[in-house]
C-alpha cells in the first residue's frame, strides 16, 4: 500500500482528480479516472483520505418517470434562464428584485441562483397547478 505524505499547508485532497474517460474514446475501457474521498468523522486515525481508480460508468436501470419528468424540469427551467437572462425588457427588474432578496435570510447570493429559483417557480406554477 502507498503512503502519501502531504505538503505542509495541504491538509486533505477530495474530489475527482483527473477527468473521467469519455465514451467511446480510443482507449476509454483501458482508462480510469483518480477520485479522493476525506472523512470528516471525528476518529483517532489520522488516515481519513483515500483515493480510487474510477472507471467508465454503464447504468444497470432505465430512469423512472420520476427521473424523466426532473431531467425535462431541468431542461426546461435551464432554457428559461438563459432565455430570461438575455431578456432586455427583465433585465432591470429582475436585477432591482435580486439586490433586494439578496442579504435576506433565504436570498438566494447570486443572480444565476436568483434566475433558476425564478424561473423554476414559473415552471412549476405552470404544470403543477
Same mark, same amino acid.
Not at 432591470?92 to 433586494?100: C, G, P, T
Given at each position: 500500500?502507498?503512503?502519501?505524505?502531504?505538503?505542509?499547508?495541504?491538509?486533505?485532497?477530495?474530489?475527482?482528480?483527473?477527468?473521467?474517460?469519455?465514451?467511446?474514446?480510443?482507449?476509454?475501457?483501458?482508462?480510469?479516472?483518480?477520485?479522493?474521498?476525506?472523512?470528516?468523522?471525528?476518529?483517532?486515525?489520522?488516515?481519513?483520505?483515500?483515493?480510487?481508480?474510477?472507471?467508465?460508468?454503464?447504468?444497470?436501470?432505465?430512469?423512472?418517470?420520476?427521473? +424523466?419528468?426532473?431531467?425535462?424540469?431541468?431542461?426546461?427551467?435551464?432554457?428559461?434562464?438563459?432565455?430570461?437572462?438575455?431578456?432586455?425588457?427583465?433585465?432591470?427588474?429582475?436585477? +432591482?428584485?435580486?439586490?433586494?432578496? *439578496?442579504?435576506?435570510?433565504?436570498?438566494? *447570493?447570486?443572480?444565476?441562483?436568483?434566475?433558476?429559483?425564478?424561473?423554476?417557480?414559473?415552471?412549476?406554477?405552470?404544470?403543477?397547478?
Amino acid at each position: 500500500m502507498a503512503i502519501v505524505k502531504w505538503m505542509k499547508g495541504i491538509e486533505f485532497v477530495s474530489g475527482l482528480l483527473s477527468k473521467r474517460p469519455k465514451k467511446g474514446a480510443p482507449h476509454s475501457e483501458h482508462s480510469n479516472a483518480l477520485l479522493a474521498t476525506h472523512r470528516v468523522a471525528p476518529t483517532s486515525n489520522p488516515d481519513c483520505t483515500r483515493i480510487y481508480a474510477v472507471g467508465e460508468y454503464s447504468r444497470s436501470t432505465q430512469p423512472s418517470a420520476k427521473e +424523466l419528468a426532473l431531467r425535462e424540469r431541468f431542461t426546461e427551467v435551464r432554457a428559461m434562464v438563459a432565455t430570461r437572462r438575455k431578456d432586455l425588457n427583465k433585465i432591470s427588474q429582475d436585477q +432591482l428584485d435580486f439586490i433586494a432578496q *439578496k442579504d435576506l435570510a433565504t436570498g438566494k *447570493k447570486t443572480m444565476t441562483a436568483y434566475l433558476w429559483k425564478v424561473c423554476g417557480e414559473e415552471y412549476d406554477a405552470a404544470h403543477n397547478g
